[in-house]
């Protein structure tokens, strides 16, 4: 598939606005317009086999930003373990070696966000907040050594995490903070709260915990799916965060890692159903359920900034969280990674249920399909579809805790 | 609390700097404003001091940083504790009671304002504002409200999905009558923009909760076919149809799911083949 060298003529995807324009068509055809301009240029050079990933230039823009940020990154002073992710993150999906300084720095800057009380706070002194303590958690993922590892609170983390739960069973994001429960609406998609508008990030965030919690069969998941399908735009190829909102770089992730949590549920539902003997996977269901070149395209051709980074869409100015989801969007859309039926149902036999930190272990690339679009070096490594964090350092974290074992 | 956080006399505080432990990562080089203010707060937390000044210094840093949600958190304390004191004294002021809605919508936490509006019943049973803050009738006007923002833009999704909210989150429940009303409405916003997703997705999802059938929607989906207007919606809601249709039976239909199934994949929503052409293979699963 894919959009350029698609059967349809670029002039023919244009939104139709049924000849009743309002603010909302207006804004779409703005972005359509130019996004098209760059495609067309592409097109008529024929140069879409050589499009180029600037890795080098993406790699400077992040390492650039870990030595230190201008004063108007003030905004996000309140998150500084979202930053540490998201450099470490590009820098990890890019293939760019992290150095023992660099891992040294980080453990540091770490362990001072870590609160007696438990959890992490966005900054030296600021009180532990659930989104800040995964960013935080994630980076130690990342940071991947043993004194990393062990800055782990666990204890206190636990005692706080299980502080912040809500009697109807969400979790507040702080001490008087807003509530933060993943609800299904009736288009499909999650929103943040219950009636709230689906949105591609809930989404992620609310299938991601499902399925870590093993609760993924509470949620209607042909109309989620169908959503999620209707969210990828026929023009820009990229995916928006909620329908006829504006296409945005960072949905590549959010939105398209919905996909590979989705074909696992329902290949997993699928075999269920089947005959006992019966592992045959299903061909439509077992295998990427987007157009994966149309992603690649918006990406590359759309997303790049020349001086580095990447981004929204065109026009916009990198930063560093558009850095990190474009390219794990990218990631995404690359790598065909699923999840091992076979050896959950011999380790099940073996062992019993499995936990979620099992679950996590059982997430594994097919190569067979592999898709690269442009330069063969554009290959960027796989990311796990569920902690958005490089596959073999989640394998590194997970069995590193679990001869460590827990209990509350 | 009219005063910049400049001219109080912060002469008896000594600022604490910032720990970020050596060479750290991402280092932000702070404006010099907001880092003696941030000097201050960590100074004045330590002490556990809630002052006037405490509150203007919290203003000064959320302006620089509006993310800040420590900050907020010890903000929003502060105006609760302010408001607690004004309120005893001056009951019926309109302006207390609305301010301290606006902290307590920023808490997401009403679980004082029940017993908060129960102090002033026991003082005066019949104080008008506390009654009205707790009632929460605010959806005949939730609708009024959402009808003007689908009047000005039919494609805010938003706006529909607020409208589902006001009907079906309503202490009231909707009667048949009123949900094919509903339809009716959608309907007449699809006509106006059949490739408008939004008022597919709303009617869909009222009907979904309603005793009606989405065969209410055939006639609408094959007009416009008729019509030469391809809406993907419109194909995607007889692929539902027939779908339904082929479950209970009709192999007529389950061909004509599988067709247009097929129009989808390869005409007229390429970007969602993999999507179409799953939904033919089940259709041609259907025994």
């Not at chain 1, 706080?160 to 109807?168: A, I, S």
């Not at chain 1, 949105?199 to 999620?228: Q, V």
């Not at chain 2, 909707?174 to 939004?198: C, D, H, M, R, T």
């Not at chain 2, 076919?225 to 339904?244: K, M, N, R, T, W």
Request: hydrophobic share 35%; charged share 25%; net charge negative.
């Amino acid at each position: 598939m894919g959009i350029i060298d698609g059967p349809c003529p670029l002039e023919q995807l244009f939104s139709k606005n049924d000849e009743y324009s309002t603010e909302s068509s207006t804004q779409q055809s703005k972005t359509e317009k130019l996004v098209y301009d760059l495609f067309k240029t592409v097109k008529e050079k024929n140069s879409l086999k050589t499009i180029r990933l600037n890795r080098n230039s993406h790699i400077k823009y992040v390492t650039d930003g870990l030595k230190g940020l201008h004063r108007h990154w003030v905004v996000l002073d309140a998150n500084k373990p979202w930053l540490c992710y998201w450099m470490l993150h590009v820098l990890d999906l890019l293939g760019h070696d992290i150095t023992q300084e660099l891992i040294s720095r980080g453990v540091t800057t770490i362990s001072k966000l870590q609160n007696v009380t438990g959890g992490f706070g966005g900054g030296p002194g600021q009180i532990s907040h659930a989104a800040v303590t995964y960013a935080a958690v994630n980076t130690i993922a990342i940071l991947g050594t043993k004194e990393a590892y062990d800055l782990i609170d666990r204890e206190n983390l636990y005692k706080w995490f299980m502080k912040l739960k809500q009697p109807d069973g969400s979790f507040i994001m702080h001490e008087g903070g807003e509530v933060d429960i993943r609800c299904q609406a009736f288009d499909g998609g999650i929103g943040g709260e219950p009636g709230l508008e689906a949105h591609g990030g809930y989404a992620f965030c609310g299938l991601a915990a499902m399925e870590i919690l093993g609760k993924t069969d509470l949620l209607d998941i042909p109309s989620l799916f169908r959503w999620a399908s209707s969210l990828q735009m026929k023009l820009e190829g990229g995916f928006q965060g909620r329908p006829n909102k504006l296409v945005d770089g960072c949905y590549s992730f959010w939105v398209g890692a919905l996909f590979p949590v989705l074909e696992a549920i329902m290949t997993r539902q699928q075999l269920k159903k089947n005959d006992a003997n019966c592992k045959e996977l299903d061909e439509y269901i077992a295998q990427p359920l987007f157009d994966r070149e149309a992603l690649q395209e918006y990406l590359l051709i759309a997303c790049q900034n020349h001086k580095g980074g990447l981004i929204d869409k065109p026009k916009r100015s990198p930063d560093y969280y558009h850095t990190c989801y474009c390219l794990s969007g990218l990631s995404t859309s690359q790598h065909h990674v699923i999840y091992d039926f076979e050896k959950a149902t011999s380790l099940n036999i073996e062992h019993g249920e499995l936990n979620a930190g099992d679950r996590s272990l059982l997430w594994f690339e097919d190569e067979t399909k592999i898709l690269v679009l442009g330069d063969p070096s554009n290959i960027v490594n796989a990311t796990h579809p569920i902690h958005n964090v490089a596959m073999p350092k989640v394998k590194k974290m997970v069995e590193y805790f679990r001869e460590k074992p827990f209990s509350s | 609390r009219a005063m910049p956080f400049e001219n109080y006399d912060w002469s008896d505080v000594v600022p604490i700097e910032q720990d970020d432990g050596p060479d750290p990562l991402a280092q932000i080089a702070y404006d010099p404003e907001y880092s003696k203010a941030m000097g201050y707060f960590r100074a004045l937390s330590q002490k556990n001091e809630h002052s006037e000044r405490a509150l203007t210094l919290t203003e000064k840093i959320i302006e620089h940083n509006p993310a800040h949600y420590t900050i907020w958190y010890v903000h929003l304390n502060e105006e609760l504790d302010f408001i607690q004191k004004q309120v005893e004294q001056n009951p019926k002021n309109y302006q207390l009671w609305h301010h301290r809605q606006v902290i307590v919508e920023k808490l997401k936490d009403c679980s004082l304002e029940l017993s908060f509006t129960e102090e002033v019943l026991n003082d005066d049973s019949k104080n008008y504002h506390a009654w009205t803050y707790r009632t929460f009738n605010l959806w005949d006007n939730e609708l009024t409200f959402v009808e003007k923002l689908i009047e000005k833009d039919i494609r805010n999704n938003s706006a529909w999905n607020q409208r589902y909210f006001a009907i079906f989150h309503n202490p009231t429940k909707p009667s048949e009558e009123f949900l094919w009303e509903e339809v009716q409405y959608g309907i007449s916003k699809i006509k106006l923009a059949p490739n408008n997703i939004s008022p597919w997705n709303y009617v869909k999802g009222v009907i979904a909760k309603s005793k009606l059938k989405l065969d209410v929607l055939e006639e609408l989906c094959k007009s416009l076919y008729q019509q030469g207007i391809i809406s993907p919606h419109a194909l995607g809601c007889l692929v539902d149809i027939y779908e339904d249709r082929a479950k209970c039976g009709s192999i007529n239909e389950k061909e004509l799911g599988i067709q247009t199934c097929v129009l989808l994949a390869e005409q007229h929503d390429i970007i969602r083949q993999k999507y179409w052409n799953y939904r033919k293979h089940v259709l041609a699963s259907i025994a």
